[in-house]
């Protein structure tokens, strides 16, 4: 299976500030089939990107995806208060779909 | 709008079984997929697997092959997923998710709220 590594774990910044999340795959993700999610404290996950770079409906303009093969990454071009939160990634090439262990985005 | 309203909260003892329930509306159920994803406390997302709606097809992660189902109710518009044989280590937040890829896995772009199963003796 596609072992996907999150890094930073965490990631400390003020609000207004750039946040860069990577996400690198053991394997070439196919067709870039992959997505990202934030989650909130007892909240279920949304999405916020699928196929790599394509933002999913109401999803603010602060938040891109890009890269390809074994490199993905999300940015947040300047974080707002309700940024704050834990983003998985997801790829969704090969079966069994897998998911990164998160990073989470915490105030600074 | 989009919604996917799932069952309640669940206590079962190792060895029992599980069936958690997500009911949809505001979409053509018949048009879509179901994944199933769980959460153990403090951890991260795992994908338990995934049902077509339109044909029918499953797709489960070799780790639950054999001790779980996934259905669905067309006529009712629910999606059911049964998990048998229970451990502790199954004590988690059930979700299901909706995904538009009728025919292979994609992404979930709408989540239910989540359902607790607790597996304690």
């Known amino acids: 299976e596609i072992v996907l590594t999150q890094s930073p774990g965490t990631l400390s910044l003020s609000p207004g500030e750039r946040a860069t999340l990577s996400c690198r795959a053991s394997q070439s993700v196919s067709s870039s089939y992959l997505a990202w999610y934030q989650q909130k404290p007892g909240q279920a996950p949304r999405l916020l990107i699928s196929?790599?770079?394509s933002r999913a409906t109401g999803i603010p303009d602060r938040f891109s995806g890009s890269g390809s093969g074994t490199d993905f990454t999300l940015t947040i071009s300047r974080l707002e208060p309700e940024d704050f939160a834990v983003y998985y990634c997801q790829q969704y090439g090969t079966s069994p779909v897998t998911f990164g262990q998160g990073t989470k985005v915490e105030v600074k | 709008q989009v919604q996917l309203v799932q069952s309640g909260a669940e206590v079962k003892k190792p060895g029992a079984s599980v069936k958690v329930s997500c009911k949809a509306s505001?979409?053509?159920?018949?048009?879509?997929?179901i994944n199933w994803v769980r959460q153990a406390p403090g951890q991260g997302l795992e994908w338990m697997g995934w049902i077509s709606v339109y044909n029918g097809n499953t797709n489960y992660a070799q780790k639950f092959q054999g001790r779980v189902t996934m259905t669905t109710d067309t006529s009712s518009s629910t999606a059911y997923m049964e998990l048998r044989s229970l451990r502790s280590d199954d004590t988690a937040v059930y979700y299901c998710?909706?995904?538009?890829?009728?025919?292979?896995?994609?992404?979930?772009?709408?989540w239910g709220q989540g359902t607790l199963v607790t597996v304690s003796s």
């Open positions: 505001g979409f053509t159920f018949t048009s879509y997929a």
């Open positions: 998710a909706r995904d538009n890829g009728v025919h292979v896995v994609r992404w979930c772009d709408y």
């Open positions: 196929g790599a770079s």
